[in-house]
């Protein structure tokens, strides 16, 4: 921003007072064939210069769109009414021509995915540039001195050389860092961030918002951050506002919302979260039921028919935002309250502080010990190896370009894994993206042939197996995958999509149709829904149907390929309670396969934390969270936020830098080295040269704790 920039928008927060953004009475409705879908109502906040607030909420449930109308880019036949100023400014409503002199300038915005957000066809630089050039009159050179300036400080390594890559060339976390980068590029007043760490593993995700931070004390902006993650929310901001059914049904200072909720949705939340700071024993509290549909929003309080407290008021009268007094009154907030702790509910007085979630979410006859009987019934005896890998190792080939296709190297996606799953046992596989989790998962199943190593399911080799010989296994043998919705064929109806596993193994029609009424009440659906097709059920619904479908055969084990990550926290905790009773009830084994320890610690009886192809530390779920041995274990847990702002804002953390190396270049000697904090800092050169030229073994610590790392210490950090 040049320096006669910079003095007119002092001028204009002079002649404003502090407020940067002012939301009233925002409201958004889309056309459709089925009428008018109103996808925000009623919203308004203030943003002070340099506030932070969050916007958390279910999908759908209107986050995203309020922001898209706050920038102007929803479809010129969407209906927009309210008002939204920015720097004292009205700007809803306005032409292309003018709306484009503030987007970029005075508010910026950052996408969820982006890969989507960049063009694949110019470099970085160019793109960075052209954002500087766009409200700037600077030349070329100076445009390319400012996005390598820019680079540097959200933490790109080497940044002259990333300005002459592309986007392909970068992984997700850097590229995120580059749509940062891009927002900050003209010292915007205003930064619109829309969940910008979905999908990216907690030790990225922990840069990315090192690098939001960095762009906020830069720039000086205020921040909206769009996120369903509540760590993330408790770490970040000052002001939270919490959305349902299109309008915000609580909002205030974060510490307020979170320790002293004054509406039952928001309680409920937090109440649906797996967390590292609190004992496993415990069973989530989820939701019931799914959000509503916008096209057909029930009367009164929208939250109503979820709702454990709702009574006949909450169905015909909808609540407005107020405020509770000291003296227990409760009134309308003032525009000087922008800051206020307001809440959309007629019984907000009977939200008490320190009430318990699961007071009010805990499903009926469920128990808060399933856990630990679980944990002692497992204890007892010797449970029998179901599943064992041993030296399992899986390259994939490299081939050169051109009609011959030679061999030019391999990728090492799976590099001497062994492991046992036993008996009535939930084993997590956990590590970042691409370090071969997913991989071993099918090497185990037999649905990709190992390079090496050797598979065996009660005692029984499974490598060198064909289908044919591999189909009668498949009965104990099942997997359900990431997305629902991929994995469920759109064109069969859900009785057709559970049934086919039963009828390839030759199940009469008429047994599997019993059975598959039987499997939809056992994971929680209504059997008279079977006839329908999988677009007409939710996400967590979707995972639900997999899971049947999985168990149709009765299988011994069931391999669960990120089975929670795409869902929201209120519909993952119902799939999590379901596992876990299914587990209980049918006596079976997971692999679960996950990148977020939060549900692990949750769900898991042992952990086995991958890097790189390699597993760096097995041990008991309790043993691992309390005392971490290696590096990188102690990095993960690190990264995880926690719900709670307190914890969350003053516990330390392990940085790692850095992006996971290329598994067909891996470094030598410990994989890890590159990134490891403690040999960055720690380490004397003799035992740096240990790292690099000696690949650690996975050694014995103790009462089955083994971890791979020639220094290992143990740390605790909850």
Request: with cysteine.
């Amino acid at each position: 921003m040049t320096t006669e920039n910079m003095s007119n928008a002092e001028t204009d927060v002079s002649s404003h007072g502090d407020t940067v953004l002012e939301v009233d009475a925002l409201n958004v409705t889309f056309p459709s064939e089925d009428g008018s879908l109103p996808a925000v109502r009623e919203v308004s906040y203030r943003l002070r210069r340099g506030e932070a607030l969050g916007i958390v909420g279910e999908s759908g449930s209107g986050k995203s769109v309020t922001s898209m109308a706050i920038m102007g880019l929803l479809p010129k036949n969407t209906r927009i009414d309210g008002s939204v100023r920015l720097m004292g400014e009205e700007i809803l409503g306005l032409p292309d021509k003018a709306i484009s002199k503030v987007r970029g300038k005075k508010i910026a915005m950052i996408f969820q995915d982006p890969l989507t957000s960049l063009n694949p066809v110019y470099t970085i630089g160019f793109q960075i540039s052209e954002a500087v050039l766009a409200h700037n009159d600077v030349g070329r050179k100076r445009a390319w001195e400012r996005s390598r300036e820019l680079l540097e400080i959200v933490g790109i390594p080497s940044p002259g050389q990333r300005l002459r890559q592309y986007p392909h060339e970068l992984s997700g976390g850097m590229r995120q860092r580059v749509v940062i980068a891009i927002a900050m590029a003209n010292n915007p007043d205003v930064i619109i961030a829309d969940e910008p760490t979905t999908a990216l593993d907690v030790t990225v995700q922990a840069q990315v918002l090192d690098a939001l931070q960095s762009a906020r004390k830069e720039t000086g902006a205020a921040l909206v951050l769009i996120t369903h993650d509540l760590g993330v929310v408790a770490g970040q901001v000052e002001r939270v506002a919490v959305m349902y059914g299109g309008r915000i049904v609580e909002s205030g200072p974060v510490e307020e919302v979170f320790y002293r909720p004054q509406m039952p949705y928001a309680l409920g939340l937090l109440g649906s979260l797996p967390r590292l700071d609190e004992e496993r024993a415990e069973r989530l509290a989820p939701i019931g039921g799914t959000p509503p549909s916008l096209m057909n929003l029930p009367r009164g309080c929208a939250f109503a028919p979820r709702c454990p407290m709702a009574r006949d008021v909450c169905h015909t009268e909808e609540p407005v935002l107020l405020r509770t007094l000291d003296n227990g009154d409760r009134v309308p907030p003032r525009p000087e309250d922008a800051a206020a702790h307001v809440a959309a509910c007629h019984f907000s007085d009977e939200l008490g502080a320190g009430i318990r979630p699961e007071a009010l979410f805990r499903e009926a006859g469920k128990g808060s010990g399933e856990e630990t009987e679980r944990s002692e019934q497992g204890a007892a005896g010797d449970p029998e190896v179901l599943l064992r890998a041993e030296d399992l190792v899986k390259n994939f080939p490299i081939r050169s370009k051109g009609l011959l296709k030679r061999k030019v190297g391999d990728v090492q996606a799976v590099s001497g894994i062994s492991l046992e799953l036993r008996e009535r046992e939930t084993l997590a596989l956990v590590g970042e993206s691409g370090c071969g989790k997913s991989t071993t998962a099918r090497l185990l199943l037999n649905l990709i042939r190992s390079t090496s190593g050797r598979v065996s399911y009660m005692g029984k080799p499974l490598q060198g197996l064909s289908d044919k010989q591999m189909r009668p296994l498949r009965r104990d043998l099942q997997i359900v995958f990431q997305d629902p919705f991929a994995s469920l064929d759109p064109r069969m109806t859900v009785a057709d999509i559970i049934a086919e596993p039963m009828l390839i193994h030759r199940t009469r029609n008429g047994d599997a149709k019993k059975r598959v009424k039987e499997l939809l009440e056992l994971v929680g659906l209504n059997p008279e829904h079977g006839s329908r097709y999988p677009h007409e059920f939710s996400g967590g619904q979707r995972q639900r149907i997999g899971v049947a479908r999985a168990l149709s055969l009765n299988p011994k084990v069931l391999v669960l390929d990120e089975p929670v990550s795409a869902l929201d926290v209120s519909i993952q905790a119902g799939v999590i309670n379901l596992l876990e009773d299914l587990q209980e009830e049918l006596g079976l084994s997971y692999l679960f396969v996950s990148h977020d320890l939060s549900v692990v610690k949750h769900i898991a009886d042992r952990v086995a934390v991958m890097y790189l192809g390699k597993i760096v530390e097995t041990a008991t779920t309790d043993q691992l969270f309390e005392a971490p041995a290696h590096p990188y274990t102690q990095a993960l847990i690190s990264a995880i936020p926690l719900p709670d702002p307190v914890k969350e804002r003053t516990r330390e953390r392990i940085v790692v830098t850095g992006d996971v190396p290329s598994p067909a270049d891996p470094p030598s000697g410990c994989r890890f080295r590159t990134r490891c904090p403690k040999f960055a800092q720690d380490l004397s050169k003799t035992e740096r040269e240990k790292c690099v030229q000696e690949v650690p073994g996975l050694l014995e610590r103790g009462s089955g704790h083994r971890d791979a790392c020639h220094y290992s210490e143990v740390v605790e950090l909850l």
